[in-house]
Structure formats: C-alpha cells, structure tokens
C-alpha cells in the first residue's frame, strides 16, 4: 500500500501546481457576490438561498475537476508516456491506479473541504451565527465528496478503454442516468412484461444511484440527516467503488501501451 | 545469478489494423535471443526494426502475441523482479511539474531506500548525469537532451543489476553521447548487464560485446561485432603517391586525393597489383586489411530485407 500512497501523493502535488485549486478562488468570490446580494434582496430565506447556491456551486466544481482530470489520470500518462518509467519500477498497474484514484479523492477532499468552509464563513455573514442545525450542511458536503469519488471511479474506468472524449461523455451520461435512478425503480413494473421488469429493475440497482447523495433541501432548511442514512451512502459508496476500480484494473492490466 | 540476465524465447507481436481490426501487422517475430549476465549487449536496427517492440515487450508495457521470456532467472510478469532492473524508454518524459530532484525522489521511494540513502542517491546520480546546477528547474523547461539524462539518471538510480536502455544517445549533444558510454562503461565494470538499443552503429561497435542486429521484426545475427563483420569478404587497400599521370587501368580504378592514391583489391589480387602499380611509377606507402563495417553489414541486411522481405539468416555466437 506504500506504494499507492507515493502515487497518490504524486496525484495531488500534480493537481496542486496544475493549479487545479485555483478554482477556489472563483468560488470565494462568488460567495462573497452571493451573501452580500442575498443580505439585500431576500427576506426570510437568507439560508436557504446561500446554502442551495453554495452546495450546488461545490458540487458543480467538483463534479468539472472529477470528471475532467478523472479521465486525464490515466489518458495523460499513456500519451505522455510519463507512465512507461513508472511501471518498469516494481509497481503493479492496479497499484498505480488506485494511487491515481486516491490522489485525486484527496484533491476534491481538501478542495470540497476548503469550499465548505468559505459556505459555512457566507452562512455567517448572513445569518450572523451559526446554530447546531446548521451543521447538516456539512452532511451534505460529505455526501457531495462521496459522489465525486464515484464519479471520479467511472471516469477512470472509462478511461482505461476508451479515448478521453468518450470517456467523459460515457461518465456525464452515466452520471446523469444516475439522477433518475430513482423514476426507474418506481417504473410501474406490473404492467410490464416479466422479463421487461426484470431487466429495468435490474438496471436501476445496477446503475450508481447519484440521487441517493442530494440532500440539499434538508440542509436548505436545516432538516437534520439520520445517520443510517450517511452510513448506508458511505457503504455504497465504498463498494460500488471498488467494483468500478477492480473493473478498471482488470481492463488496465491487460492494455498494450502505445 | 543465471547466466543468461534475459532469456527470450519465440517472443511475437502482432497488432490488428484495418477495418475491424482483421488485418495483422508482425512487430516482432519469433525472437529468441538471450543476453549474458555481465555483458554489454546492443540491440541494433533501422527505425521500425522492432528494438523497441521487444523492450516494451520485456518491460510490460505491450504484452506479447506468442512466447515468452525470463528476466534474472525469473518470468517477465514478476512484478518484484523490476527491483532490479533499470529501464530508459525511448524519448523518455517526465511529470513535468516536478523538478529532476522531485523526479528522481519520486521514483526512488518505489524501492523502499531509506530518507537519507534516498536522498544520497538522487545527489549523486544528479552529479553523475551533469544536472546538479538544474536541479531546482521544473521538467518543462527541459531540453530533450536534458529529459535523456533525467532518464538516465533514474534508471540507474536503484542501483539495478540489469540496465535496458531504449535508444540512449538520441537526443543528445556530441558531449552527452560521450557521457553515456562512460556510464555504459561504468555499468559494465561494476558488473551490471546492459542491454541497449540504438541506430548509431559506431557506439555499438564501440561498447557492445555483442550485438543482436534486427530487421523487419527479426533477428538476422548475434555475436560480437568483429564475429558479425567477419562474415563479410575481406579485401587490401593500397595507398600510394603518383607524380604526374599513368595509362595503368589500376590507376584509373584509384580515387585519387591531389598526387595521393586509394585502391581497394582482393587479397589475392595485392601482389600483382603492387608490382604492377611500381611499374606505373607509383610509390607505395602503405598496404591494409579492409575490414568490412558493422554499418555494411547492418546495410546488406536492410537492403535484402527491403527487396525481398526476408532473405539472409544469419545465427551464431
């Protein structure tokens, strides 16, 4: 494991002097656009309106930088060919693309983590103080960072088989398909034809259920999170992930490098 | 150790091209090839001869059609066995966000060293590949020449029993070059096995104890260069001084350099060609043996390939 520990690391100090985090200096600015404004035009719904725009706004960033560099981790290295000395080291390919994988969660963590806290600074601007309830906000940011681990998997599964620009429309579509997962399940199967409700109830469990992580109207209005709930995504997350990593391994290993 | 530090055996690569992938293009074919523990050995061959296919090959890079090989007694697909193998590609590039002391840190942590041997060696293979005064200078501003010693530098980093180096020179200045062979040389009386390949046939000839000489994904000969050059007919160069001018046909046959001449014969032919050039009123300054080159050698064996496809097969130690 030392060993994808160096790679991940590498990942990040990669996205650092790519200056990925640089992104969160439009986030600080629209932030503090946004509360100045929100102080001034709304009556009431000051939270809710910061809270919606601010996690919306964490979600939209990272779900850019996972899904743009999720896809680059491997393309990159195979057409740079940065990869070729690094796997005449003892490094076993899926080492190499768990550490990638790892090196990028770590990203979007103190990325997300660095964005939570300018949301929870406009919470307090705006509000003046800050309640216990306050807190489910970063319920919802944790489960913001769950799902950009997944996307972050997808990215890097497709990656391994197909060109980046597949690849990313493959993940957006997918993750897309996830948001609805929910309509597919609650499809009306018993007018279906058996094998027809089989198959779409065997879809909706199959695709990743990214509707399952979007808790932003709980913490809009400071509804609190049961904590099976975080358990249960946490689980999911966790073993859908490495499903997605052990088939992107299994591709990875056996690709001829250019 | 083994004797062999590389046993390869029937090693192929086809890649599929075309519509659906139906048509198959042979890389590499059929290579069986072993290098020696402790030697110099050079993999020769014209741009697309399949060099580097092979070492992709060992390395795992590319996985093979057909065959197998075995790298210090153990199989290519050992992952560990890379402890001890150093390993230059081709054009070689680096993250380019990281400095060449970053680089050659981030590679050495793969071989568990200590913080302060880590540390030692990456001084030192800076020192000994010329970077210590650019050490601090991120990747992307690199010259190409500059990235070959970077990856030089880390495939002898961990102080490898087995060094593979994938075209060495290219890139670099006439300095450079000259550098390389001293590392090369170094390796070799530290009694490391290197295997390298490359198109320049001088520094072959120059470093190698044997050489392995590849066209058209096959192998056509291996042994040493003198071995490989012997094969070739051998003949007499005579160089002589002729003042003023000779109706002799070995005069006219001459290339001549202001009042000095060059003749090429057959050995048997020198001493009636001497005897007839005296009586030409040349004066004869020096007779040699005509040893064909590698580059000849190497030459007929690209030219028989391009007309025929495959023609000559050339083996032996």
Known sequence: MKRVGVVALNTFREAVRDRVLYNLVFFALLMMIAAI???QISIGIEQTVIVSLGLSAISVIGLLIAVFIGVALVSKEMDKRTLYALLAKPVRRWEFLLGKFAGLVLTLAVNTAAMALGLLLAMIYVKHALVRSDMVVLVAVYFILLKLALVVALALMFSCFTTPMLAILFTVGLYIVGLYVQELRNLPVNVMRPAMAAFTKGLSYLLPNFENFNVMAMAAHGRAVP????????????VYCTIVLTAAAAVFSRRNLK | MPNAAIEIENLTKEYPFGFLNLKKRTSLDGLNMQVQTGEVFGFIGPNGAGKSTAIKLLMRLIFPTAGSARILGKPISDVEMHRD??????QPYFYDYLTA???????????NPTATDRKERVERMLKKVGLETARKI?????????LQRVGLAQAILHDPKLVILDEPMSGLDPVGRREVRDIILELKR?????????????????????????VGGKLRGVGAPDT??????????????LKGTSNSPLVSKATRTGEYYRLQVAEEELYPAIEQLRGAGARILSVSQVKATLEEFFMNLVEADRAQGAAVEVSGQ
């Open chain 1, 37 to 39: 404004a929100v102080g």
């Open chain 1, 227 to 238: 904590g099976a709930f975080i358990l249960q995504n946490t689980l999911y997350t966790v």
């Open chain 2, 85 to 90: 193998i150093g390993y230059l590609p081709e």
């Open chain 2, 101 to 111: 002391a970053e680089v050659l840190d981030y590679f050495a942590r793969f071989h």
């Open chain 2, 138 to 146: 991120q990747l992307r501003k690199y010259s190409k020449g500059m």
């Open chain 2, 190 to 214: 530290d009694g490391k096995t290197v295997m390298f390949s490359t198109h320049i046939l001088g520094d072959a000839e120059m470093l190698c104890d044997r050489v392995g000489v590849i």
């Open chain 2, 228 to 241: 490989l050059v012997d094969m070739k007919t051998q003949g007499m160069e005579i160089f002589f001084e």
